[in-house]
Nanobody, 117 residues
Framework: QVQLVESGGGLVQPGGSLRLSCAAS????????MNWYRQAPGKERELVAS???????NYADSVKGRFTISRDNAKNTVYLQMNSLKPEDTAAYYC???????????WGQGTQVTVSS
């Protein structure tokens, strides 16, 4: 049974930090690219950060320099370190595992991040 379980969300003041975790099970984690998406109320889901099976990372322009994605294949876990948080970072954050050939996508249930004073 495939599972992606996010944790680490919560309420933080502007300028603060949070670290999201996504624990994976039920599939060969090391063979999947891992992504973090977010969705704010009334907005479409957007890709925030991604990391390939080789460890190459990519970020949305809105989070470059503030967020860092990393993975630990030994622990089947992907992380999103979020620093200098802004109110506009408020959203539900979702972990995604993606593989090509054939295309497969797994999703977590999401974790809420609220940035507010």
């Amino acid at each position: 049974q495939v599972q992606l379980v996010e944790s680490g969300g919560g309420l933080v003041q502007p300028g603060g930090s949070l670290r999201l975790s996504c624990a994976a099970s039920g599939f060969t984690f090391s063979t999947y690219a891992m992504n973090w998406y977010r969705q704010a109320p009334g907005k479409e889901r957007e890709l925030v950060a991604s990391i390939t099976i080789f460890g190459k990372t990519n970020y949305a322009d809105s989070v470059k320099g503030r967020f860092t994605i990393s993975r630990d294949n030994a622990k089947n876990t992907v992380y999103l370190q979020m620093n200098s948080l802004k109110p506009e970072d408020t959203a539900a954050y979702y972990c995604n595992a993606h593989r090509w050939g054939p295309q497969i996508d797994y999703w977590g249930q999401g974790t809420q991040v609220t940035v507010s004073s």
